[in-house]
């Protein structure tokens, strides 16, 4: 699957799976808008010697006034995406009788209304350009639920509920959306998890290892692609067969 003459941007893609996402795309022939507070020092390095080249746009997804504004300017600088990848996304757990307000609240404007808004940026450039693909990162949770994460899971169910809609009404323009739910993935947000929560994980994994943020990439890649011009307004899980 290749992405030669196509425009990617991808949120989050300082760490794990987002630049697992970026470097991908790169090293199959695309141009790479990265998006994050900080920009990696060494991501531009490794996407450079792939033979791609990495911009960098700085934003907090929190400050969400500052989203459409901020990626309509780099639409123009671009001069136009072909695929949007909604990656950046955070956690607050809690169970619910003691989560604040602003964790509930923070984690719905990063993870689903920040996606919203750069959708709706880029969409509006797709529609006229009758293409584009749009890939929000999901997960499990958001699916199935999961005690200590009413926010987290709340955000990840709107962001299915976001792609299929946008899916319907984009569709006419040949504009698609997907969503990829990740399961148990080995980056920085699941390191810091207890040795025995991640024991007891492994053991409802089928394929009985965790995933790679590679795992995750290649189904966003094989997404973004035309090799999935006839799908949209499906969400595929990686989960290593967590949900069977
Ligand atoms: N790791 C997993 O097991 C797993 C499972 C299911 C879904 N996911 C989802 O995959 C996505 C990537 O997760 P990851 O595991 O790579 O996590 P990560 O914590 O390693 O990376 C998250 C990325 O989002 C960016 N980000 C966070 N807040 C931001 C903000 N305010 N503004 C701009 N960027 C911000 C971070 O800088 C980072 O680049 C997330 O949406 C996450 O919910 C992960």
């Given amino acids: 699957m290749r992405l030669e003459n196509k425009k990617a941007l991808v ?3 300082s760490r794990g799976i987002g630049r697992a996402v ?3 795309f790169a090293v199959r022939g695309a141009e790479v808008w990265g998006l994050g507070t900080g920009e990696p020092p060494d991501l531009a390095g ?3 010697a792939a033979g791609g080249k990495l911009h960098w746009i700085s934003l907090d997804l929190s400050v969400l006034e500052t989203v459409e504004e901020t990626i309509k300017k780099a639409l123009e600088e671009s001069e136009g995406f072909d695929i949007l990848v ?3 996304g ?3 757990d809690n169970l619910a009788f003691r989560m604040d307000l602003e964790d509930f609240r923070s984690v719905l404007d990063i993870n689903l209304t920040a996606a919203f808004l750069a959708a709706r940026t880029l969409g509006r450039w797709m529609i006229k350009k009758r293409a584009g693909s749009i890939i929000n990162m999901s997960s499990v949770v958001g699916l199935h639920g999961n005690g200590g994460q009413a926010n987290y899971a709340a955000s990840k169910a709107g962001l299915i509920g976001l792609t299929k809609s946008l899916a ?3 569709a006419p323009r040949n504009v698609r959306v997907n969503a990829v739910a ?3 993935i080995d980056t920085g947000m699941t390191e810091s998890l207890p040795a025995a929560v991640r024991e007891k994980m492994l053991e409802q994994i089928p394929l009985k290892r965790l995933g790679k943020a590679q ?3 290649e189904t966003v890649l094989f997404l973004a692609s035309d090799s999935s011009a006839y799908i949209t307004g499906q969400v595929f899980a990686v989960d290593g067969g967590m949900f069977i």
């Fill in 11 to 13: 949120t989050g893609a």
């Fill in 22 to 24: 970026a470097e991908l």
């Fill in 46 to 48: 490794r996407i450079a």
């Fill in 86 to 88: 909604n990656n950046a």
């Fill in 90 to 92: 955070i956690t607050r």
């Fill in 168 to 170: 319907r009404e984009w």
């Fill in 182 to 184: 990740p399961g148990f």
């Fill in 215 to 217: 795992d995750v990439a």
